[in-house]
């Protein structure tokens, strides 16, 4: 079995990154639900944070892969990029154009 190299970007990951700059951008709703579980959740889209514990907003020469996501719901969460790239391709996150 063929493993994939971690740094290749595929061209399903950038379309799946372009969602998630779209939805920092235009600051969407989304509809995520929870790995392993069927419980979803919805909430707001903020923006690309630098990560989890620098709240920082992105600037133009970071990498998206290493940010996080800002959305809040009933509570507020720091997604990394990386972990959401892999759940729009699945479909376990939606964003919502209002």
Not at 3 to 12: D, Y
Not at 27 to 52: D, E, I, K, N, Y
Not at 85 to 90: A, G, H, P
């Amino acid at each position: 079995m063929e493993t994939r190299n971690p740094a290749t970007l595929t061209a399903a990951d950038v379309l799946a990154l372009a969602k998630i700059i779209e939805a920092a951008q235009l600051r969407l709703r989304f509809a995520r639900t929870a790995p392993g579980t069927s419980a979803t959740m919805h909430g707001q889209v903020r923006g690309l944070v630098v990560s989890q514990t620098n709240h920082a907003f992105l600037r133009a020469d970071d990498d998206v892969r290493d940010a996080c996501l800002w959305a809040t719901g009933l509570f507020e969460h720091f997604w990394p990029v990386r972990e959401l790239v892999r759940e729009i391709t699945t479909g376990n996150l939606e964003f919502i154009r209002n």
